[in-house]
């Protein structure tokens, strides 16, 4: 094959995927709308493709790069003079180095025991990653239902002795409300708890607004880390987050130095042993050609059309807002007993060529359930299509009105209630699918009722299942028959 045909077959794979570009797609991807960013981005990574960043001595090029990413994110996000940072693989990354940090600082100062860490229901399923993974337990804390920001008073009941770590996030992801940084970072202070600011999705947006109600970033007392994504409102390609500390003896905390065993000398600041270079080499060429006023100028637009996107879909029947969005994200639910059901609307938007994210009800522990909502992340490329976007929303919830809502197979929801999940072997797992109409690992045409099933599912069985589709998803493809 020639090299024109392979690249062919590649692109044709993607004629099933979302569109990344254009504002349609309005989770997972960020479009600026800026033409040059993607040839600028593009160029940029493939200078450094080959380029290992698992050693910054060996590639001091590649040092640079990192050093000048954290001192830009140091510098918008109130870093002080003893603030050091290390650029990561994405958001997830971060959370996960933030709370490995805070568990051997709390380890390191005599915690016994398993550490704990405290989390608003509403911080990003990151942390409960980071804590499944080095092993904290995670205490849940229930938010405000109607803002759906923490409630300071609640995690103040959790930061005892074994409380290593608590979150706050600025916004959260699923409503876009600010969490009261302030309150609950002195809180922490007060009891000697680190607390991390999540400014993942809103740390490259928020700096540059003035409507922002409160102090978030590293500025605000008792803050010790904090972390932002490049790969979001930075808009750099996939891969690279930035995580702050406010000194770097925290730091140390999830970096890895070993000389024990035969090979070179291994010192590793994130997960990964081998890093790629071209993402960081990216988001650095991203960031010096758009620059302060550049995404100063995307962050005041885009926040304009995400206060005139709230305020339209709060005016079309059915439907309200969710909070006080702050930066450039909205959660829209369903608005009274009659309202529309945002689980249909969300199919509804999908058949006119929108995809905003529907997350299903919650019920809090310890507290009042938050409602199902659609999520909907505003960027540049959306910011000039609001219009449009809320004709189609209006259309769309004229559609999903004239639905029955959606229900749970009683029957399935019986059967699953007497469930063990750990007990459940793959193909047990496969046959359950099947009956839930998402056989084969292909998604239904409308996702409203397999929603709807998720929520009506004991926690740990819905998450099984999940699992279950990807499961069924990622099965290898083969070149030879094999047989048995
Ligand atoms: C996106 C996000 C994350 C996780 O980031 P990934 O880059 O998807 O791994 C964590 N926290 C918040 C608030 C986010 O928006």
Avoid at 263 to 287: K, Q
Avoid at 300 to 327: F, S, Y
Avoid at 336 to 343: A, E, F, S
Wanted: with cysteine; net charge negative.
């Amino acid at each position: 094959m020639t090299p024109q045909e392979v690249l062919a077959e590649l692109t044709a794979l993607q004629a099933g995927d979302v569109p990344t570009h254009g504002g349609s797609t309005m989770a997972y991807v960020y479009d600026s709308g800026r033409v040059g960013i993607d040839h600028l981005a593009a160029a940029a990574q493939a200078a450094f493709q080959w380029t290992n960043a698992l050693d910054p001595t060996a590639f001091p090029s590649v040092a640079r790069i990192e050093d000048d990413l954290v001192g830009a994110a140091a510098d918008l996000l109130g870093g002080g003079p003893a603030t050091v940072g290390t650029v990561t693989s994405g958001g997830t990354e971060s959370c996960l180095l933030a709370v490995l940090a805070a568990r051997e600082r709390w380890r390191a100062r005599g915690g016994t025991g398993r550490p704990r860490l405290v989390l608003p229901v509403t911080a990003h399923a990151a942390f409960r990653k980071a804590a499944h993974l080095f092993d904290l337990e995670v205490v849940d804390v229930a938010v405000d239902p109607v803002t759906c920001r923490a409630l300071p008073s609640a995690v103040a009941e959790a930061l005892d002795a074994r409380a290593a770590l608590v979150v706050v996030s600025a916004p959260s992801y699923p409503h876009g409300v600010l969490d009261p940084v302030g309150e609950v970072a002195a809180l922490a202070a007060a009891a000697g708890v680190p607390c991390h600011v999540d400014a993942c999705i809103g740390g490259w947006v928020l700096p540059f607004l003035d409507d922002v109600p409160e102090p978030f970033d590293l500025s605000v007392p008792g803050v010790t880390s904090l972390s932002v994504d490049l790969h979001k409102y930075g808009y750099a390609p996939k891969g690279v987050s930035v995580l702050l500390t406010a000194e770097p003896e925290l730091r140390q905390g999830h970096w890895f130095s070993t000389a024990g065993w035969p090979g070179y000398p291994v010192v590793n600041p994130t997960l990964a042993g081998t890093r790629p270079a071209g993402p960081m080499a990216a988001a650095w060429a991203v960031h010096r050609w758009l620059g302060r006023d550049g995404y100063a100028e995307l962050a005041r637009a885009t926040r304009a059309a995400t206060v005139a996107l709230a305020e339209g879909a709060a005016a079309i029947p059915g439907l309200r807002v969710v909070g006080t969005p702050v930066a450039t994200l909205v959660a829209i639910a369903q608005d009274g007993p009659d309202g529309v059901d945002v689980l249909h609307l969300a199919d509804e938007a999908t058949a006119r060529g929108w995809l905003l994210q529907p997350q299903p009800p919650f019920a809090q522990p310890g507290g009042a359930d938050l409602p199902a909502t659609l999520h909907l992340t505003v960027t540049g490329a959306t910011a000039v299509r609001v219009d449009a976007l809320l004709a189609d929303l209006a259309d769309a919830a004229c559609a999903a009105a004239a639905l029955p809502p959606p229900v749970a197979d009683p029957g399935l929801v019986a059967a699953a209630a007497t469930i063990d999940p750990a007990a459940l072997t793959v193909a047990e797992v496969d046959a359950l699918l099947e009956l839930a109409g998402v056989g084969g690992g292909t998604l239904p045409e409308r996702m409203a009722p397999v929603h709807a099933l998720v929520a009506a599912l004991p926690r740990p069985v819905a998450e099984r299942l999940l699992a279950g589709v990807l499961d069924l998803v990622y099965r290898p493809r083969r070149e030879s028959a094999v047989s048995g």
